[in-house]
């Protein structure tokens, strides 16, 4: 396979030999023109004009979104016999918009990738990046199909840890400078979860490459919270009820009941700490819960947690530890959220057998037997795991893998820009590792809220949903700080949970409370120390 800076090399002669058709000359032939920048080392499977319409994507909930006329790019990099003969590439699509804003988006992905997503840019609130002007691409990072079976190919491994970022990054603004005749003035990065990874790599792996990044719930220490995954798992096996087979039914282990009593205690106990009780927990680092207030007392059944389920309970929040109680993985903020499917369904799932379906039983135990450790092992099981050696495990592939880096000289040197938001209430990533890793960057690179600001989003699950106000617009945040100098103060943000109410999301450390006057409205909160 040829060298990343080989196959830049390759991408400067076919753009150098190419026609020298651009955008402005013909939409439609530019559009075609790009097929012929093809190469052993660049395959390129459609460019076609596409005209303007409604798209919705397979994964997309709510009603298809309008996207403008714009050039459609699809191809591979490095196409390649890997690992058992399997095929490897870095799939990509690049959409090129015919009004073009001369800004650059990459859209971050999501789980193990795998497939390319369409790139469109999709914002939680207002238009997708394409519809604004941008030029978006996408990619599967490196590999097919959507499990961790491609853990067993090295590069297959690196080009999902960062490479294929970079890569792609290098061929997309080599192609836009192609099709409009200028490359782009702005360039920035947007996604969640391992699209979140994905933006702090960006930020600190090809620090010169982005203006602007924003990480949302990034999963940036990714082989530990694999870990902490499969604790979970195991506090809940010990608790949970058997099925006829004798395997644990993890669903089970706590109810929706159990759970919706551990949010009612957290809201009681911590609700008005910002000075009003409205089902949002803002100051969160001030809550102090302990589910023991939830015990059955004097024979009650209902309305209260057996000690088994306290104790399981206690066992998830604080963390993943080996037996000496060193800390694999951080613990976590108790929050409201925890009573919404959307925490559920990554802890423990909704299977009413022992054929459990929670995404960490399901595609967290996957990555980590054939991706996070080396080398694999298929037979890793909550109950066979040894979490004495998790650090050992996990760290050939945290070593590529995690953007845990506060050195960022560079991308702060030439104006990087970064706005991390994170859900309070996300079941997969902890709120307390980030805060952790930015209290970290404050400590080596100083206060660093003149270029990276970390937005808290009480009640929020991963990426999105639960009682939270999740819907705020990040993008336009982050070209505003970027390209007008205006660093977001509070983001407003609405959610489907609190309808007709907004609310500010402050910068850490500083909490939202309520100042007086409409309960409903953003503007009664105050961003305060």
Known sequence: MRSFLAVLGATVCALALAPAAHAQDGTADACRTLMSLASPSLHIDKAELTPAGPMKAAFQAGPAVALP????????????????????????????????????????????????????????????????????????????????????DQQARLDYAYQALGKVT??????????????????????????????????????????????????????????????????????????????????????????????????????GLDGLKDGLI???????????VLACKDGAKTSCLSPAKISTIRAIFSGAHDSKGRQIYTGWPYDA??????????????????????????????????????????????????????????????EIN???????????GHGGRLLIYQGVSDPVFSANDIKGWYDQLAKDAGPPQAWARLFFVPGMNHCQGGPAMDRFDALAAIQSWVEDGKAPDRLVATG?????????????????????????????????P
């Open 69 to 152: 006329e714009h050039c459609l790019v699809r191809g591979m990099l490095n196409p390649r016999t890997g690992v058992g003969g399997r095929s490897y590439g870095i799939g990509f699509e690049l959409r090129l918009p015919t009004k073009w804003n001369g800004r650059f988006l990459f859209q971050g992905g999501g789980g193990l990738d795998g497939a390319v997503n369409p790139a469109v840019g999709m914002a939680s609130v207002g238009e997708p990046a394409l519809a604004r002007g941008f030029a978006v691409v996408s990619t599967d990072a490196g590999h097919q199909g959507l499990d961790a079976s491609f853990g067993a």
């Open 170 to 271: 290098a061929e997309a603004k080599a192609i836009i400078a192609r099709f409009y005749g200028q490359g782009p003035k702005w360039s920035y990065f947007m996604g969640c979860s391992n699209g979140g990874r994905q933006g702090m790599m960006a930020a600190e792996r090809y620090p010169l490459e982005f203006d602007g990044v924003v990480a949302g719930d990034p999963g940036f220490r990714l082989s530990r919270a694999a870990v902490g995954e499969l604790w979970d798992t195991a506090q809940l096996t010990r608790i949970a009820p058997r099925d006829p087979q004798g395997r644990p039914i993890v669903s089970q282990a706590l109810t929706p009941d159990d759970l919706k009593i551990l949010a009612k205690g957290v809201l009681d106990a911590c609700d």
């Open 282 to 292: 803002n100051d969160v680092r001030a809550c102090r819960f302990d589910p023991k």
């Open 337 to 398: 959220g925890v009573a919404d499917m959307g925490w559920r369904i990554w802890k423990m799932g909704s299977a009413p057998t022992g054929a459990a379906n929670g995404i960490n039983q399901t595609m967290g135990l996957d990555a980590l037997r054939r991706y996070f450790v080396t080398p694999q092992n298929p037979d890793i099981g909550a109950g066979t795991f040894d979490f004495d050696r998790a650090a050992e495990l996990t760290a050939q592939t945290g």
């Open 402 to 412: 995690d953007p845990t880096s506060t050195f960022m000289t560079s991308f702060v």
């Open 496 to 528: 489907a949970a609190f309808p007709g109410a907004s609310r500010p999301l402050c910068p850490y450390p500083q909490v939202a409370r309520y100042k007086g006057g409409d309960t409903a409205a953003a503007e009664s909160f105050a961003c305060t």
